[in-house]
């Protein structure tokens, strides 16, 4: 007998959005996600996610969504100093299978285009890995990566991390490695990408799309 996995979407809009919108008018929801390490496909767990809603090119700084996370297993001395999260506050925490849909809640009532972070690759391969250990298949999950805008725009730039881009491009640095402050990095940093990219001369979400198209989202569907 065939056995098929039940899927869980998140509840984004990009399907349905015309492609000659102006991005002024689109809702983002940029967000970011901490972990007991760096092997999220096997041994590691989520431990945080963070998040905040970018609308009209500004950051909605009063709508935010943060969640610890328990991760059903110890966490080591070195995420413990690197995060500020402890065994205890995440004992106190929501498990994973609640928490993603929690946070997928936040998203739909944002009516948000699609998710935007920085190496956003890894954030999307913690959400599916976690929901795939509850038999659940992650599905419609459209994400925009700030590396991807950052290469359209400025592709002399050739580093990963999130700080020493906000420093390049001049943007607030918030709390690193807190899955909120590194989501609040993010999303000044996607602001003055977006403005920059606009002084380009390029305005809508067809055109953005195209911009940040890359082999990592076209694995999504």
């Known amino acids: 007998m065939f056995f098929q996995r039940k899927s869980i979407s998140c509840p984004l809009i990009y399907d349905k959005i015309p492609l000659s919108t102006p991005i002024d008018d689109l809702t983002f929801i940029v967000f970011d996600t901490e972990t007991t390490g760096f092997q999220v496909a096997t041994t590691d767990r989520l431990i945080e996610i963070g998040a905040v ?3 009209g090119l500004k950051v909605m700084e009063n709508d935010r969504f943060q969640t610890y ?12 100093e690197l995060t500020s999260i402890t ?3 995440a004992a106190e925490a929501p498990i994973a299978s609640e ?4 946070f ?3 998203v739909g009532a944002h009516e948000a285009v699609c998710l935007v972070g920085h190496y956003v ?11 795939k250990r509850e038999k659940l298949a992650l599905k419609k999950l459209f994400t925009i990566d700030t590396l991807d805008l950052i290469g359209f725009i400025a592709p002399s730039y050739d580093m990963r991390d999130l700080e020493r881009y906000a420093m390049a491009f001049g943007t607030r640095i918030y709390d690193r490695h807190s899955a909120m402050g590194d989501a609040m990095t993010t999303a000044y940093l996607f602001i003055e ?3 920059q990219f606009r002084d380009r001369g390029y305005s809508t979400w067809g055109e953005l799309i195209k911009a940040t198209d890359s082999q990592m989202r076209s694995m999504q569907f």
Do not use: C, T, W
Request: hydrophobic share 45%.
């Open 99 to 102: 928490a993603i849909p929690e």
């Open 104 to 106: 997928f809640e936040y």
């Open 53 to 55: 809603a970018v609308k």
């Open 121 to 131: 690759g890894f954030d999307h391969l913690v959400l599916k890995s976690e929901l």
């Open 69 to 80: 996370v328990n991760p059903m297993r110890q966490i080591s001395r070195e995420i413990i």
């Open 193 to 195: 990408l977006l403005q």
């Open 87 to 89: 065994n205890e506050l």
